[in-house]
Each structure stands twice: as structure tokens, then as C-alpha cells.
């Protein structure tokens, strides 16, 4: 991979000095160099979202297309049965904090009692 890059890197490099080391190239570096691009013209079509809207449109298969909804509430309940599991956790009842409950020891008091 470094073999190509440094390929690319000194085809480039010898591409810029080329009109240096032969006259005759002069001309033609900069030409394609500066290359003008023309704007688009004013009325250049359709926008990117009708684009996008009409190749979803095309592209989408007729037995997925449902128009009529039929099907939503099926959808709904796969929906649900799969969010069931997170639901049900998110929902649990919070533990109930114990009075009695110590928490846990950082270091042993027999250990080094004058911690």
C-alpha cells in the first residue's frame, strides 16, 4: 500500500514540475490544471428530494406497498413484542432501599486499621 501511495505521490509531483523540465509540456499543465467548470444552468431539473421521493417510488416492489393500511396493526404488534423486553425493564419497580444495608468495604479494617 506505501508502494502505491508513493507511486501516486511522485506521478503527481513529476506531473507539477513536468513544464519545468520540458518546455514543450508548458502549455498543457495549466490548461487542464485551471480547467474551467461552467455553473449549472438556472433550471438544471428536478431537486435531490424529488429525486430520491421518485426513485423510492420506482424502485419500491408492489407487494410492499400497502395503500390501504391493512396490515398497520400487524406492524404495531411485532413492534410491541419486540420492544416488549425493554419496556418491561425500563418499568420494573425500583429496590427498595434497606436501612440496615451497609455498603461495601474499600479496604480490610484488620488489615490496615489505620485507614
Not at 431537486?47 to 406497498?65: G, Y
Not at 411485532?78 to 468495604?105: G, K
Request: hydrophobic share 45%; charged share 20%; net charge negative.
Amino acid at each position: 500500500m506505501a508502494l502505491l501511495l508513493g507511486l501516486a505521490v511522485a506521478t503527481f509531483v513529476g506531473l507539477m514540475l513536468l513544464p519545468t523540465l520540458a518546455p514543450a509540456w508548458r502549455t498543457a499543465i495549466p490548461a487542464v490544471w485551471d480547467l474551467p467548470v461552467p455553473p449549472p444552468p438556472a433550471d438544471a431539473g428536478p431537486s435531490v428530494d424529488e429525486m430520491r421521493t421518485r426513485r423510492l417510488q420506482v424502485t419500491a416492489p408492489r407487494n410492499l406497498i400497502d395503500t390501504t393500511w391493512f396490515r398497520e396493526h400487524h406492524h404495531v404488534e411485532l413492534a410491541d413484542e419486540a420492544l416488549a423486553p425493554i419496556r418491561d425493564y425500563l418499568h420494573r419497580p425500583l429496590a427498595v432501599a434497606d436501612p440496615t444495608m451497609q455498603p461495601p468495604l474499600l479496604f480490610d479494617p484488620e488489615v490496615d486499621p489505620d485507614r
